[in-house]
């Protein structure tokens, strides 16, 4: 049998019983006596043992197959779930995502994942809690683990990834050990002082021990990290070695090979660890099963109760190529062109016969836009879902209490827009997680829950899908952003002194800026959000921040429809036509020039008993054939950006029509007001106008 032919059922069949488990297993750590929720996973993980199994993938049958061992025992009362149990299972799930990945780029999907092999067949022989029991318990945390640095120097994906990409873009990576002097006294202030040094000229990605060990003093005398910057290793090392009490540098440039080699040992080194902290786990009497202690997990909105449990329904689904609908996305955009233009010309040959048939096909043709429309969205659900799990183990990692709330799952967006944002918001997320949420002994002390909260919304608000990350942590001060901005050379005090709040947000969003003393292991404020701040732009959004000190941050990221069909009003303007989103009407009107009032030279109008911005199209967009001055009358069309509304003046209405959204893309700069253009029926192109931009 040609296995090739299921390869892609395969993976696309093996990616949906990964992301079932890990979401089956962030309920069970919320309720480990749940044995409904254990049946779904067994049941999940048997699957994939047999698929792997019949396509000859022998590592990944393997794995889970031990994997299933150790739910076969919960299931049956014959083992309790532990913090011990769900961190192999979930690094079990880990190991089987890489394989899986593997295969789609055309491995083998062979791994040595015998360490956690081990890891649960000692869970099944009940070897690690009768070891537990033994002197090994007793030893010192210092003691159970291997303390080599190279065992916690271990990259996560996206931290390797920030690497990679900086070696690709020209930057320079190095990899630094540092040891201070056996005799000096303060060994926290002069790691301190090395930490300092380095981020005057590039940024520290990750440390070991972690910054809060360090700040601590729990360390010995030495240190490493993953260091980019522009800098030279031997300017590195004379700068370092320069500080007092310093006894050895050691700087070594990575290239793409050497960094993928260094990964890979780090990370064998921290699995055999891993192993070894096992004979120190104890495990409780199946009577009292223990849950996590920093468990993080998607929570419904607050005042929605939890959905019942229900079966499992059965979808009548086909998976199609996303090329395949864009070309259809295409032809149909076509289509729509030459039908408006068959209605207009339908309508200048006043034949009843044909203005029947054409009629007939203008309603066909819009049931069948909204079926095209409606295959190329997909509700953003396909990112969340794998968000709770990565805040889980973010939040055990810097040992604090949070809850993760998801609203707006169900908000649909264009595909190409779904495969571009995920990154974004793994980055605006880890920085709410890692900065924006204090540690538990700081949010008792501040009055406030031990749980921190994180929301991530989405929702529909015109033409826009809206993103939002909202903590309710420290905030960010206003004060700290200009001073590191100054001391980086990013503004002068003169522009700091003039800056608004949300001006002074913005600058998180520079090249290499970090509001950060030490960055830590898993992010700094403003580390990296260029990155964030550019990709999204490039899909035509904006990100806007809103924080108070004290009460936490709001990121929303505001993405367009980057390819649509929408129903738009047809205004023009001289020999101009512009179209509006009828979703940002609220009405239009006809003004006489008596009623327009001047308010501190701004342009206002009466409307239902308030007075709103009058603006002008034409002096904005500069036609030069039409002068509204001139005229006694000016038609009018009120726009609404949540409660706040703006009339813009136009020259005349042309009526309602579906239209076909697209781009400028690359061949025009960024036009304020504008949000795309499309074509009409006589081959005309008129420019789309954005209503948001003008209601500040």
């Known amino acids: 049998m040609d296995m090739n032919q299921y390869l892609n059922m395969f993976i696309d069949e093996s990616n949906d019983h990964l992301q079932s488990l890990n979401e089956n297993m962030l309920q069970l750590e919320s309720n480990p006596t749940d044995l409904g929720i254990v049946q779904v996973i067994f049941r999940s993980a048997h699957t994939l043992k047999g698929m792997a199994a019949t396509m000859g993938f022998e590592d990944l049958a393997s794995l889970t197959h031990q994997m299933e061992n150790v739910?076969?025992?919960?299931?049956?009362?014959?083992?309790?779930?532990?913090?011990?149990?769900?961190?192999?299972?979930?690094?079990?799930?880990?190991?089987?995502?890489?394989?899986?990945?593997?295969?789609?780029?055309?491995?083998?999907?062979?791994?040595?994942?015998?360490?956690?092999?081990?890891?649960?067949?000692?869970?099944?022989?009940?070897?690690?809690?009768?070891?537990?029991?033994?002197?090994?318990?007793?030893?010192?945390?210092?003691?159970?683990?291997?303390?080599?640095?190279?065992?916690?120097?271990?990259?996560?994906?996206?931290?390797?990834?920030?690497?990679e990409q900086s070696i690709s873009e020209g930057h320079r990576v190095h990899y630094i050990q540092v040891t201070i002097s056996s005799e000096s006294q303060l060994k926290a202030a002069r790691a301190f002082m090395v930490f300092n040094t380095l981020e005057n000229s590039g940024e520290i990605v990750k440390a070991y021990p972690s910054v809060q060990d360090i700040e601590q003093e729990k360390f010995e005398q030495s240190f490493s990290l993953y260091y980019i910057t522009q800098k030279e290793v031997g300017e590195l090392e004379k700068e370092?070695?320069?500080?007092?009490?310093?006894?050895?540098?050691?700087?070594?440039?990575?290239?793409?090979?050497?960094?993928?080699?260094?990964?890979?040992?780090?990370?064998?080194?921290?699995?055999?660890?891993?192993?070894?902290?096992?004979?120190?786990?104890?495990?409780?009497?199946?009577?009292?099963?223990?849950?996590?202690?920093?468990?993080?997990?998607?929570?419904?909105?607050?005042?929605k109760a939890p959905a019942a449990k229900a079966p499992a329904t059965h979808n009548r689904t086909i998976r199609v190529d996303i090329e395949r609908l864009d070309v259809l996305m295409n032809l149909f955009s076509e289509l729509l062109i030459d039908r408006v233009r068959l209605e207009q010309l339908a309508s200048e040959a006043s034949n009843p016969a044909l203005t029947e048939t054409v009629e007939h096909m203008s309603r066909v043709s819009s049931d069948l836009q909204n079926v095209v429309l409606k295959l190329r969205m997909v509700p953003v659900d396909t990112v969340f879902n794998r968000f709770p799990r990565m805040v889980r183990d973010l939040a055990k990692s810097l040992d604090k209490k949070l809850d993760l709330i998801i609203t707006g799952a169900e908000t649909e967006m264009d595909r190409t827009v779904i495969d571009e944002i995920g990154d974004p918001l793994v980055h605006l997320l880890r920085n709410s997680v890692d900065h924006g949420i204090e540690s538990v002994a700081d949010r008792i002390a501040a009055g406030k829950p031990e749980t921190g909260t994180v929301q991530l919304r989405a929702f529909h608000s015109g033409n826009n899908v809206f993103i939002e990350i909202e903590d309710d942590g420290n905030g960010i001060n206003r004060d700290k952003v200009l001073k590191s901005a100054i001391s980086k050379g990013i503004l002068t005090e003169e522009q700091a002194a003039v800056m608004t709040d949300e001006e002074a947000?913005?600058?998180?969003?520079?090249?290499?800026?970090?509001?950060?003393?030490?960055?830590?292991?898993?992010?700094?404020?403003?580390?990296?959000?260029?990155?964030?701040?550019?990709?999204?732009?490039?899909?035509?959004?904006?990100?806007?921040?809103?924080?108070?000190?004290?009460?936490?941050?709001?990121?929303?990221v505001q993405l367009p429809l980057t390819l649509s069909i929408i129903a738009a009003m047809m205004i023009q303007i001289g020999s101009e036509k512009y179209a509006i989103p009828l979703s940002s009407i609220v009405e239009t009107a006809i003004v006489?020039?008596?009623?327009?009032?001047?308010?501190?030279?701004?342009?206002?109008?009466?409307?239902?008993?308030?007075?709103?911005?009058?603006?002008?199209?034409?002096?904005?967009?500069?036609?030069?054939?039409?002068?509204?001055?001139?005229?006694e009358e000016t038609e009018v069309v009120v726009i609404r950006k949540g409660d706040r509304l703006a009339a813009l003046s136009v020259q005349d209405f042309l009526g309602q029509s579906e239209i076909v959204l697209k781009n400028l893309g690359k061949y025009l700069p960024n036009i304020q007001g504008i949000s795309g253009a499309t074509i009409l029926g006589d081959g005309q192109v008129a420019l789309i106008i954005d209503p948001n931009v003008f209601i500040k």
Do not use: C, W
């Open 71 to 163: 739910l076969d025992l919960v299931r049956n009362n014959k083992l309790a779930m532990h913090e011990y149990i769900f961190d192999t299972l979930f690094k079990g799930l880990d190991a089987l995502e890489s394989m899986v990945q593997n295969i789609t780029e055309g491995g083998d999907g062979k791994a040595d994942v015998s360490f956690i092999v081990a890891s649960l067949q000692s869970i099944v022989s009940g070897d690690f809690q009768k070891s537990g029991t033994g002197a090994a318990s007793e030893a010192s945390p210092s003691t159970k683990v291997d303390s080599s640095e190279s065992a916690g120097l271990v990259l996560d994906q996206f931290q390797y990834s920030v690497l």
């Open 240 to 303: 370092i070695a320069g500080i007092s009490e310093i006894d050895t540098v050691s700087v070594v440039q990575l290239d793409q090979e050497s960094l993928k080699q260094m990964s890979e040992v780090t990370a064998g080194l921290a699995e055999a660890a891993a192993v070894q902290e096992a004979v120190a786990v104890q495990q409780p009497a199946p009577s009292q099963p223990q849950s996590p202690t920093a468990a993080s997990v998607a929570k419904p909105a607050a005042g």
């Open 505 to 556: 947000y913005q600058v998180l969003f520079a090249p290499g800026f970090s509001t950060a003393a030490v960055i830590s292991d898993v992010s700094g404020r403003g580390v990296g959000l260029d990155v964030v701040k550019s990709k999204i732009t490039a899909l035509g959004g904006n990100v806007t921040v809103h924080s108070t000190l004290g009460k936490g941050t709001n990121f929303s």
């Open 592 to 631: 006489k020039r008596t009623q327009i009032r001047s308010v501190h030279g701004n342009k206002m109008i009466a409307f239902r008993e308030s007075h709103i911005p009058l603006i002008s199209l034409s002096q904005l967009f500069e036609v030069p054939d039409f002068n509204e001055d001139e005229e």
